[in-house]
């Protein structure tokens, strides 16, 4: 029983994380119908400049905090650099379909590049805001850290303040108007452009925090996230690509079930999971666990 | 007075409007009619910047339409409510009329045209905690209208408002448009296949055929020329 | 018109015409081999080997429509595939080489009919995971060889080539010969009946479902078929370094096999060849540029211009080189027509 609970806050606090990530590639995929593979290269940039920050100012709440700040801009430099005009300029050419997927791949590769050529790339350690050795229960070290209660109640935070934003603020109302109706929402007057780019910045700080989150524990490498941003792709997907909420409760699922897969059956068995259930979900449900009443084709 | 002069408008290689020329003087209820495929959508599209013109100019007062943004001619007081209802289903009655006045930002104003948007609409205000997509036809169609309104327009360009909706609904409509603009003093150009009742509202109209202005001219003069009507409107 | 009247001229039908010029470009390949340096011959293998899996690509992706950014994982099944039948069967390495074709469209039929439900996103982020997580999966089980991997060994060629027939050059017979057997077989393909069909599947879903066609099982055999090409460049990939790990297959494999696909012109098997050399001079342009920096600098300058290069070949000419040569050859002649 000990045991059960344990795995399921520890898959909790992992699922956090992962919800974040799919809140970040479901910002994207709202306001511009892309899903953005470059979010993991971004997330990793943004973590070696938290790093940086560190080294400088040993000072975890500015890392924390520059972190998520350069990793907002990045994403609002991406959209306007490379998306908005992209997508004026691709139209209906002969690979439409697929050109802005393989943008994004492109800017992956580049971005991981760099971070290699400017930083090498073996593995570095990254600073935890607390304590990473698991909390006491009588006699006995729970394997639940102060960190993991950290990182549970900073993304809690940042849901809560995407909630409000997105449900109660006229910024909010704008960007699903964007999202859902861009013409629509054009002829009453929105700068849709403006707040896609918004979208993105959102897209870049969540990933960034992500990154920053997730970092102390498996270390950071210019790869290092690879894996993050295919969980918060399978988490973005459970939750039907296209609802924040959906996202969330996508990204806690994934997390506690694959802390239960790897206490049950063996560490093996995490991506196995995690790839079986992602093609279950897209063949069975396509339009994720938490069905939605509309949905919308690419 | 909203000028227009020469407009031209191309699909790829198909020409949707062709030299178009036309008046609408400020304060009239201006119907564009014709069949489908006449270039009438595509007239309001290229108005507010959703369709590039290929050449010719627009002027509303002194702006100039066709270098404005979509989102830009709305902010100058040009309000355009396309064909097909266009509201936002995912949002509640209540969040499509905020949405309209957003750019208004906290204008006292905005409270106050919100209560004259749902004196004039009263069935909006019984829903306006729904969600957009759980409203009738006739309402959303209203609700787009009421959308419009909400940023206190001066030119109002209005696509096929009747489509598809009841007789009953479309005579509703219809009347609270010509109650609107009697009060208000706005500018309306309305896009309309139903012929018959928008030119019994309307102070111009203009007939298009094939992205051409066959006629245009005082609304009872082109309802009552019979030649016309058999030609082009089909009564 | 000239052209014309000579192929006329040879009253050879078009597939025996097509097969005869793939023999003399493989002679002219081998008659090559022998004048160039070890190095070279080395790359001229890594050539073959990118062409055939860039072939996939274009199989899949230009002439059936989907995308997939997971092809390095069948890659991998391909080398795992043949290395296990080399090594517990111990039989010859071209009977291997089937087999990892074989292995790698039966998985590719399996993710097919997953893929043929997918639309673009969906299928993509899907592909990803599958690269993502394959190769991890072979560190778990011991048969696999784990972090080390499995020996791939080819063997030398056979005495009767004569004392200084290199390893080299025996690698590159193999991959040209393999890789010019491949593109017979991709160009018969692509003419023929099913070419039509992916083609028409691509312009247009429905309207090829209402002519007939039936979508999902022709999207499901591009899959198949893409992923047996992938599987025997996954084994020529292995041959190259006499090796199968994990560490060989990472996603910027996966990347590289697409970006040379796009560079070249995702819709021509020219535009594969392009592709294929794009890839392996790469890293050398990377390597002059970054003569005298750190080492860190020359590992990771290839995935950057590999990046840069992908996202400028979208931006600037979608259709690849393939495409945007064809369109020069076009001005030209019309050019050289007004002339006349």
């Known amino acids: ?298 | 007075m909203l000028s227009i002069v020469g407009l031209t408008t191309d699909h790829g290689h198909v020409r949707a409007l062709e030299n178009v020329s036309f008046e609408v003087p400020a304060g009239s209820l201006t119907a564009v009619i014709g069949a489908n495929g006449a270039g009438k959508t595509t007239l309001l599209r290229t108005l507010t910047g959703l369709t590039k013109p290929t050449s010719g100019s627009a002027h509303w007062h002194s702006h100039d339409l066709l270098s404005l943004s979509t989102e830009e001619g709305v902010r100058h007081g040009v309000a355009h409510v396309p064909e097909g209802r266009s509201v936002v289903s995912e949002l509640t009655v209540a969040e499509n009329l905020q949405l309209g006045a957003l750019w208004r930002g906290k204008d006292p104003d905005v409270q106050i045209a919100r209560e004259e948007v749902l004196s004039l609409f009263p069935r909006l205000r019984e829903r306006l905690s729904q969600r957009a997509d759980t409203l009738s036809g006739g309402e959303r169609q209203m609700l787009a209208i009421a959308r419009a309104l909400i940023a206190r327009p001066d030119l109002l360009l209005l696509d096929e408002p009747s489509l598809g909706l009841a007789p009953l609904v479309v005579e509703q409509i219809f009347q609270t448009l010509d109650r609107l603009r009697k009060q208000t003093g706005l500018t309306v150009v309305l896009v309309e296949q139903n012929a018959i009742s928008a030119l019994e509202i309307a102070d111009n109209a203009v007939l298009l055929s094939l992205g051409k202005i066959v006629i245009s001219g005082s609304a009872s003069l082109i309802a009552q020329d019979t030649e016309l009507r058999h030609a082009y409107l089909g009564y | 018109m000239r052209e014309r009247f000579a192929l006329n001229w040879l009253r050879i039908p078009s597939g025996m015409r097509r097969a005869l010029l793939l023999v003399l470009v493989g002679w002219g390949l081998l008659l090559i081999s022998d004048r160039i340096s070890e190095f070279r011959v080395y790359q001229g293998a890594s050539v073959a080997t990118y062409f055939v899996a860039i072939v996939s690509i274009v199989l899949l992706t230009g002439y059936s429509g989907q995308v997939s950014l997971g092809h390095g994982a069948l890659l991998a099944i391909g080398g795992y595939s043949a290395a296990l039948v080399m090594q517990n069967l111990h039989w010859p390495f071209w009977i291997a080489f089937f087999a990892a074709v074989f292995v790698a469209a039966l998985v590719g039929a399996l993710l097919g009919v997953a893929a043929a439900r997918l639309s673009g996103p969906y299928l993509a982020g899907t592909t990803l995971a599958f690269a993502v997580g394959l190769p991890s999966l072979a560190n778990q089980f011991s048969f696999l060889g784990g972090e080390q991997g499995l020996p791939f060994d080819i063997g030398v060629a056979p005495s009767r080539f004569g004392e200084n027939f290199s390893p080299y050059k025996w690698l590159f017979w193999i991959s040209a010969l393999f890789a010019l057997f491949a593109v017979w077989l991709a160009a018969n393909l692509l003419r023929g009946r099913y070419g039509r069909i992916w083609r028409a599947v691509r312009s247009d879903e429905t309207a090829a479902a209402l002519s007939g066609v039936n979508v999902a099982r022709s999207k499901v055999l591009a899959f198949t078929v893409s992923a047996g090409f992938a599987g025997l460049a996954g084994a020529l990939l292995c041959a190259t370094v006499s090796l199968v790990t994990p560490g060989g297959f990472p996603l910027s494999l996966s990347f590289a096999i697409l970006t040379g696909a796009v560079i070249g012109g995702v819709r021509s098997l020219v535009g594969a060849v392009i592709g294929a050399f794009t890839l392996v001079i790469l890293p050398m342009v990377a390597d002059a540029i970054a003569q005298g920096a750190s080492d860190a600098v020359s590992t990771n300058l290839p995935a950057v211009l590999t990046g840069v290069l992908l996202i400028a070949t979208i931006v600037i000419s979608p259709g690849g080189i393939a495409e945007s040569l064809s369109h020069l050859g076009r001005k030209i002649a019309l050019r050289r027509q007004k002339r006349i």
């Open chain 1, 1 to 298: 029983m000990q045991q059960f609970v344990n795995t399921l806050i520890n898959g909790a606090s992992l699922g956090s994380i992962y919800s974040l990530m799919a809140l970040a590639m479901i910002l994207v995929w709202r306001s511009t119908r892309v899903v953005n593979f470059a979010q993991a290269g971004q997330a990793v940039l943004s973590t070696y400049v938290g790093l940086e920050i560190h080294r400088i100012t040993h000072s975890y709440p500015l890392t924390l905090i520059i972190a998520i700040i350069f990793g907002a801009l990045f994403g609002a430099l991406v959209d306007l650099l490379l998306v908005r005009p992209l997508m004026h300029r691709v139209g209906d050419g002969p690979i439409a379909a697929v050109a802005p997927v393989i943008v994004t791949l492109g800017l992956l590769s580049a971005i991981q590049g760099f971070v290699g050529l400017i930083w090498g790339g073996e593995y570095r350690s990254f600073p935890a805001a607390l304590s990473q050795n698991g909390f006491k229960v009588g006699l006995t070290r729970i394997p639940f850290s102060p960190f993991d209660l950290f990182i549970l109640f900073t993304t809690l935070l940042v849901m809560l303040a995407f909630a409000y934003i997105f449900q109660r603020s006229g910024l909010g109302l704008a960007m699903r108007a964007a999202a859902f109706e861009p013409e629509v929402a054009r002829l009453a007057g929105v700068r849709v452009a403006r707040v896609r780019t918004i979208g993105w910045a959102f897209a870049g700080g969540a990933g960034a925090l992500a990154g920053a989150l997730i970092t102390p524990t498996t270390l950071l490498a210019p790869n290092s996230l690879d894996l993050l941003l295919v969980f918060g792709f399978t988490a973005a997907v459970l939750g039907g690509l296209e609802s924040l909420v959906g996202g969330v409760v996508g990204g806690f699922l994934l997390g506690i079930g694959l802390a239960l897969v790897v206490t049950y059956l063996g560490s093996s068995f995490t991506f196995i999971t995690a790839f079986v259930v992602l093609i279950a979900v897209l063949l069975l449900r396509p339009r994720g666990l938490i069905g939605q009443r509309s949905v919308r084709n690419a």
